[in-house]
């Protein structure tokens, strides 16, 4: 079993910035893959960004580097810097993990956290 846990999340103006937190709770010994993702109303989930255990990082094309993600794997956390933030970029931020090593056995389905909120006002 596990859970994760969103934060930092907020109302913000355009050209701000917001750091986002997600810690994964259980038994886990380890995580391979950890990301963020976004959905606004009316629009599908989408990538934001991940890395993976060995610090390998994916973005989508609408970050433009604006965005770092990083992991703590001691602290089974993972962090999205959000810089430079455009009003496109409200949505709710739900956290993502694919590949999860527990006590028990290595987890392959995904596990999703509730999801924070990020306005970002023109």
């Known amino acids: 079993q596990v859970q994760l846990v969103e934060s930092g999340g907020g109302l913000v103006q355009a050209g701000g910035s917001l750091r986002l937190s997600c810690a994964a709770s259980g038994s886990i010994v380890s995580i391979n893959v950890m990301g963020w993702y976004r959905q606004a109303p009316g629009k599908q989930r989408e990538l934001v960004a991940r890395v993976a255990a060995g610090g390998t990082t994916k973005y989508a094309d609408f970050v433009k580097g604006r965005f770092t993600i990083s992991r703590d794997n001691a602290k089974n956390t993972v962090y999205l810097q959000m810089n430079n933030l455009e009003p496109e970029d409200t949505a709710v931020y739900y956290c993502?993990?694919?590949?999860?090593?527990?006590?028990?056995?290595?987890?392959?389905?995904?596990?999703w956290g509730q999801g924070t909120q990020v306005t970002v006002s023109s």
């Open positions: 993502n993990t694919e590949g999860v090593r527990g006590y028990s056995g290595y987890i392959y389905s995904a596990f």
